[in-house]
């Protein structure tokens, strides 16, 4: 079944430049994993230090094979010290 993740992170006064910069190599380095259906990186209109991540993979195992390789594990290292709230990761699946 067909997975959907949404990924919200808070950036840290002064460190929007530097979590955009994580955000765009993660998003580039994902997209061509066989697994990855999409995936895209979003910056609120609203709060210029709010950006989101949303991803479609083929399925749950797919989506674990992502987690585990290098890129996403520097990725997640790489921002957990640039955001000023916890890291939020919802995974779901179409229902209507």
């Known amino acids: 079944m067909e997975l959907f993740i949404f990924a919200r992170f808070h950036a840290l006064e002064g460190n929007q430049g530097a979590l955009e910069h994580a955000l765009a190599e993660v998003v580039a380095a994902s997209r061509p994993e066989r697994g990855c259906i999409a995936i895209h990186a979003y910056r609120s209109t609203r709060d210029a230090r709010l950006f989101y991540i ?26 957990e010290p640039l955001v000023d709230q916890p890291l939020e990761v919802t995974r779901a699946n179409l229902f209507v």
């Open 54 to 79: 949303h991803s479609r993979w083929r399925d749950e195992a797919a989506f674990e094979i992502h987690a585990a390789l290098p890129h996403t594990v520097h990725f997640i290292e790489t921002v």
